[in-house]
């Protein structure tokens, strides 16, 4: 035998170590801490990637590839180890057709189905029969907040109004995504008291997301399953505004904005 | 007034109170203690949190009241619905009010708000709510006798049962079947629409099917609608403490066990059927079925919306065989709608419209996660839409199939030529529709054609012709799925066993000849 250092763990049982570590990594950053099941065909995937990558780490000189063949190959042919290896015999084959008797069966699992909750927005949107560039579009009253309290309280009301005539079916009136219908609704109406979701956003966003609701979602955000009105069709610009300014305003959250960045 | 009359009324006062928190102790992890409320702080919070639908002056005549029924209540009219003092005391506990503001009155738009308001709060809201009816110094006089509870058991649920039915007493009004199948149209005070309680939906009490609660209830009346005391001396109908009890452990084992949400069950499992496929809805074959029930939200999408629906749920059950697959869709409607009938036309809001019902489905199952659009699919992606409805006293019940690429671009179909059938039956408040249509058409352009092992986006709208829901004013569901199960088979542990025998074969192999060569090599 050549000059092998002797090793604390064996190559062959580092590399087993590495995939499995992988492994339930994945099973724990997606399961238990996201909270979402990680679909079998995606860690399938991630799985032979990150197995054929360390493969070839570990197999890249001649002498790194015997280390790992070597104990392979003695569990075989050493006469020595035959209560190895008739365990080993035993062992290999029921696992593989268990795996294989698993993986046949079909499941009556509903489909995952993974959506972007805040997809990147278009540049600009048409609405109203005009166009918007959404990187300049401002809430035109915003500035009232400063300049003319009392107005901006009588505003702020007035869109509380739409609120609660359009919206709290679904958002609820504690605007928590509880409505009296969310239940009946997937995905869910979104909560606007969490800081993930208006607070996180600028006023123009939620304008795009309010006039063109679910059907105005791009691709990754499934618009086919969202229940979200074209409220477009429903509300002038002007509620829209003012409708904004109530759920930051009840929040007590405040949009994001370019000038404070 | 002497000082031992003054002590009495401590003592009584007291009473109540202890009453008032062994109750909330009840229904709540943490007891609530009756604590006294700022009214001062109590109107701040009413006009952020409360004026939307109960209005600035407290009399229900807020931005939503067009939108909701149940309308928000009228605080200047000083009546309240669910309280636990006596049938002919207007007033309310103070704590009574506190648990509807705090755990919300399911059914209706008014919402818990312990979540968002703090125990303290929530007594302060109380305090100012009873202003607006010049309650703040008034107490009640009277609270329900509630006596020994009797617990429940065979005898006492067999003899609420007599009294539920006796001389009509509740079927009057809440059906035989306790579905709210009611005789007569019932008007609430401010003259909305109020349907007697299903009382196999407990998830649709406003304060819980507790049997304690139903006593309340049953005691007490719902003040402001039809649902009279029965524990007025002056009732023909009136029920002793006992009975009241006895009634209220009947109304508990009304509920549903069944046909019930269950938010993990999304998927509408179709099993192989032996034999033909089950032609009426009432086949005992049905009930081996498992059943998937969904929620039915009212259609608030699209133009025209429709805010009022009376159906909350739809429970379907499916079978198929190597020629069809038969979809049976159940759901409780307190009207048989069929106009031109005399009953239906004086129940339901004259003129009524036909019952019916809808399944979507997309014309091809997608390969990806993109489906149609789930209100009617849309220009890419069409729908085929089978709808029932139950017919006319001139004409009879009919099916329809249409092709639909979105609310505006509906195409009038032939069901007969696709093959579609359907059955259906009314009893006691609860409709039965059943369709059938074979596995695959001749139309594979238009028509879905099924699979087996393959999930089926699936969705279903209802329409309750008594409740002015006709068109686009209907409830419906949002996507679920479809699966025509295939029939087990012994494919996964043939190959299972064979790739096991390969893999020995192999290994064995592998070291014979390692041993071979070993002894070559000696």
Same mark, same amino acid.
């Given at each position: 035998? *050549? ?9 062959? +049982? ?27 065909? +995606? ?81 600009? +949107? ?8 959404? #990187? ?10 400063? *300049? ?55 006023? *123009? ?15 990754? #955000? ?13 509300? *002038? ?25 | ?14 009473? $109540? ?204 009346? $719902? ?141 091809? $199952? ?157």
């Amino acid at each position: 035998m *050549s000059m092998t250092k002797k090793r604390l763990i064996p190559r062959l +049982l580092q590399f087993a170590l590495v995939i499995a570590g992988v492994y339930f990594g994945f099973v724990l950053l997606f399961d238990v801490i996201l909270g979402a099941l990680i679909p079998k065909s +995606l860690l399938s995937m991630y799985m032979f990637f990150v197995i054929a990558g360390t493969f070839m780490v570990f197999t890249c000189t001649e002498e790194s590839a015997r280390e790992m063949v070597d104990p392979i190959k003695a569990l075989v042919e050493d006469p020595s180890k035959k209560i190895v290896r008739n365990i080993v015999y035993a062992v290999l084959p029921l696992l593989a057709g268990a795996y294989i008797f698993t993986s046949l069966q079909l499941s009556f699992e509903a489909p995952v189905e993974l959506r972007s909750i805040h997809p990147a927005p278009p540049a600009s +949107l048409k609405a109203y029969g005009k166009r918007f560039d959404l #990187a300049t579009l401002e809430n035109p009253y915003r500035k009232l907040e400063k *300049s003319d309290p009392e107005k901006f309280k009588k505003l702020v009301f007035e869109g509380g109004e739409v609120y609660i005539k359009n919206c709290q079916y679904c958002h609820g009136d504690r605007l928590d995504g509880k409505g009296p219908y969310a239940d009946g609704l997937n995905p869910t109406p979104l909560n606007f008291q969490d800081v993930g979701t208006i607070a996180q956003l600028q006023e *123009s966003y939620v304008f795009w997301r309010i006039a063109t609701g679910g059907p105005g979602l791009p691709k990754e #955000a499934a618009p086919w399953i969202s229940a979200m009105p074209v409220w477009e069709d429903f509300l *002038s610009e002007d509620e829209i505004w003012k409708v904004i300014l109530y759920l930051y305003d009840y929040t007590g959250m405040r949009p994001r904005s370019w000038k404070h960045e | 007034m002497n000082n031992s009359g003054n002590a009495m009324r401590k003592i009584n006062q007291l009473m $109540i109170r202890l009453l008032g928190a062994m109750l909330a102790m009840l229904f709540t992890v943490a007891p609530a203690i009756a604590a006294s409320g700022d009214a001062e702080n109590g109107k701040i919070i009413y006009e952020k949190r409360c004026i939307w639908c109960h209005g600035g002056d407290g009399d229900g005549s807020g931005a939503a009241e067009k939108f909701l029924n149940p309308p928000p209540r009228n605080f200047e009219d000083g009546q309240y619905k669910f309280k636990t003092t006596g049938f002919d005391d207007m007033v309310p506990n103070d704590e009574d009010n506190f648990r509807m503001v705090r755990d919300g009155m399911p059914g209706t738009a008014m919402p818990g708000w312990k979540a968002l308001l703090s125990e303290q709060e929530m007594w302060d809201v109380v305090q100012y709510v009873k202003t607006f009816a010049g309650y703040e110094e008034e107490k009640p006089e009277t609270q329900i006798d509630y006596g020994t509870q009797i617990p429940t058991s065979p005898e006492s649920i067999a003899a609420g049962k007599k009294l539920f039915e006796d001389g009509d007493r509740c079927v009057e009004c809440h059906g035989k079947a306790g579905k709210g199948s009611a005789t007569k149209s019932l008007k609430g005070d401010y003259k909305e629409r109020t349907w007697p309680r299903n009382l196999t939906k407990p998830w649709t009490f406003r304060a819980s099917n507790d049997p304690k609660d139903i006593f309340s209830r049953i005691s007490t009346g $719902i003040p402001g609608t039809q649902m009279p005391s029965f524990a007025d001396p002056k009732s023909k109908k009136k029920l002793s403490i006992e009975e009241r009890w006895n009634v209220a452990n009947y109304v508990v084992s009304l509920a549903k066990t069944k046909e019930v949400v269950d938010a993990e069950n999304t998927v509408i499992k179709a099993e192989v059927a032996e034999g033909d496929l089950p032609a009426t809805t009432d086949d005992e074959r049905w009930d081996q079925a498992v059943p998937s029930t969904f929620l039915l939200v009212p259609q608030i999408i699209g133009k025209p919306r429709f805010f009022k629906p009376s159906n909350d749920t739809i429970t379907v059950r499916a079978m198929y065989n190597d020629k069809a697959v038969a979809l049976l869709l159940e759901w409780d409607d307190r009207s048989k709608s069929i106009p031109g009938d005399e009953l239906a036309e004086k129940i339901g809001d004259s003129p009524i419209s036909e019952d019916g019902v809808a399944v979507q489905l997309p014309v091809v $199952i997608p390969t990806e996660m993109e489906k149609p659009y789930w209100g009617m699919g849309d220009a890419t992606h069409p729908v085929n839409i089978w709808q029932w409805k139950s017919g006319t006293t001139k004409a009879p019940e009919t099916i329809a199939l249409s092709n639909a690429m979105g609310f505006a671009t509906i195409e009038k179909r032939d069901a007969a030529a696709s093959g579609l059938q359907i059955k259906s039956s009314y009893d006691n408040g609860t409709w039965r529709v059943l369709f059938t249509r074979p596995l695959s058409t001749d139309d594979a352009e238009k028509d879905l054609q099924f699979a087996e092992g393959r999930f089926i986006p699936v969705a279903f709208a209802a329409w309750d012709g008594s409740n002015s829901e006709s068109g686009s004013k209907h409830t419906m569901t949002t996507w679920y799925w479809m699966l025509l199960k295939p029939a087990p088979s012994s494919m996964p542990l043939a190959i299972a066993v064979l790739v096991m025998g390969l893999l020995l074969g192999g290994l064995m192999w592998w070291a014979r000849s390692a041993a071979a060569k070993d002894t070559e090599n000696a």
